[in-house]
């Protein structure tokens, strides 16, 4: 008997911005939720291989959107290597132009608790795997 194997891709089409950010993942959410007028609550951890990170999430159905703020840092380990300075990841899963992706970046810019904001190619990470849940 021969054997079937199941050929899987993941959908990587998704906003990532990377957020630098020394604040608390729960003052980062209601800064992030006061900016966008979502409302991110805690989900359960994120668990890799090595680590757990904190992860908060919300649906905006109206848009057909799903937003995703995951800490970098888990107790054990990194969940993106390539990006060791970024403190949290800001995941947006829907339609996100360009130009709606900068404009997002420069208002997470403007926030008092956040250093930085920056877009981050999905395609170009070794460890993205590590961003599917």
Do not use: P
Request: charged share 30%.
């Amino acid at each position: 008997m021969s054997k079937t194997r199941l050929q899987f891709e993941y959908d990587y089409e998704f906003c990532l911005i990377g957020i630098v950010c020394h604040e608390k993942d729960y003052r980062l959410c209601w800064t992030l939720n006061n900016l966008f007028g979502i409302k991110l609550t805690k989900t359960d951890d994120h668990a890799t291989e090595h680590s757990l990170h904190s992860m908060f999430s919300f649906n905006q159905e109206e848009l057909f959107r799903d937003y995703t703020l995951i800490a970098n840092r888990g107790k054990e380990g990194m969940l993106i290597e390539e990006h060791k300075q970024m403190d949290y990841f800001f995941i947006i899963k829907g339609s996100v132009d360009e130009d709606e992706k900068k404009q997002l970046v420069e208002q997470i810019k403007k926030a008092d608790l956040i250093v930085g904001a920056y877009s981050i190619d999905v395609q170009t990470l070794k460890s993205k795997h590590n961003l599917v849940f």
